[in-house]
């Protein structure tokens, strides 16, 4: 008896730790990097997914936590004239972007109903988790989409738009399900700010909306590659690597403020805009490491037990002192006398 005595408190010890933890208020990490654009000429959508890719991996954050979308194969594209590569700087093959992805939608997989079903959480039911975005309601979400819009939509692949109502009703159900902590969202495209311009804090809340251009505006591309005679980059993106590599590699504290300073009319020929749902934040207090580094892991599994952790966690307690205060009482044969 006393034995499994022993081992019904370890096993309730270890549920009430796994309990303690999954009350915790650390966040988990996930991103989601979209091009939606389709066409070799569209080489620079593909880089600037790349480059978002490539930051968030050099701060740790693992390939499971980012769903990426491109849905043109510029690296593999006959037309390049660096088989295999991707690379924002001109007549260079370093560093290749392309090198080490993992592409996790591709081709006609990247569309907008793709991207709805996901921010809702459903999914084809042989859909492999690696492309689920798995999420509870301590997940901080970064959003980056690159590509061609105009006031009030996003275009898909050049047949297809996603509207901004489509955007606020997808969120809207996303926070209904409480899927979502924080939501950083970036759109780099013409008229980019406008997708998120339906976004309220009643119905989308702690959502940051930020968009490369405002409605009428046009995003614009960064130089030339005289090796394939095609822009590589563009502006607002190039701003975003260039700042997330140097400066914030520097100082890790740095704010969603201090990102705004590279987006100056000069460099991006327009004006940036964004929507705000925090009913307490800005960008003054919204730390990029919170969406660019993963410095808070936490396995899903544990994360997915909070909404019930109060209720078993008082009950594992009770249990738990129910067995510790009972007499012990041990019935070993070897303290049985011999008859």
């Known amino acids: 008896m006393k034995k499994l005595q022993s081992s019904l408190s370890l096993v309730i ?28 000429f569209n080489f620079r959508q593909a880089t600037n997914t790349l480059l978002i890719y490539d930051v968030l991996k050099k701060n740790g ?3 499971e936590d980012i769903i990426l979308m491109i849905p043109e194969n510029s690296a593999c594209n006959p037309r390049n004239n660096n088989p295999g590569v991707v690379c924002h700087l001109e007549l260079e093959s370093e560093p290749n972007l392309y090198r080490n992805s993992e592409i996790d939608y ?12 996901m921010l809702r959480g459903k ?5 492999p988790r690696s492309k689920r975005l798995v999420t509870n309601k301590n997940t901080k ?11 009030g939509y996003i275009k898909m692949q050049d047949t297809d738009v996603m509207m901004d109502e489509e955007m606020r009703v997808a969120l809207e159900e996303f926070n209904i399900k409480n899927f979502y902590n924080e939501m950083l969202m970036f759109s780099d495209s013409c008229s980019a700010a406008t997708i998120f ?40 993106s190039r701003a975003n690597y260039l700042f997330l590599t140097n400066e914030f590699v520097r100082n890790k504290d740095s704010l ?26 800005d960008s003054k207090n919204i730390y990029l490491k919170d969406f660019f580094t993963n410095l808070n892991p936490t396995t ?24 510790m205060s009972q007499p012990s009482t041990d019935f070993s044969i070897e303290n049985k006398p011999f008859i």
């Open 123 to 127: 999914y084809h039911r042989y859909t």
């Open 141 to 151: 979400i970064l959003t980056y989409f690159t590509g061609h819009g105009g006031s």
């Open 61 to 63: 954050v693992k390939d």
């Open 256 to 281: 969603l403020s201090d990102i705004m300073r590279e987006w100056t009319k000069e460099y991006l020929q327009g004006d940036f805009s964004y929507t705000n749902t925090h009913a307490r934040k």
């Open 13 to 40: 010890v270890f549920l009430l730790l796994i309990c303690q933890v999954s009350s915790e208020k650390a966040h988990d990490l996930k991103v989601i990097i979209m091009s939606t654009s389709k066409f070799w």
């Open 197 to 236: 311009e339906k976004l309220k804090p009643d119905t989308n809340p702690n959502i940051f909306g930020i968009g490369s251009s405002s409605r009428g505006q046009y995003s614009y591309s960064y130089g030339k590659d005289s090796h394939i005679n095609l822009s590589i980059v563009d502006r607002f």
């Open 300 to 323: 899903s599994n544990i994360m997915e037990m909070s909404p019930k952790k109060d209720h078993h966690y008082d009950q594992l307690e009770a249990l738990f002192g129910e067995i």
């Open 106 to 117: 591709k081709l006609s997989d990247v569309n907008v109903h793709t991207l709805t079903n």
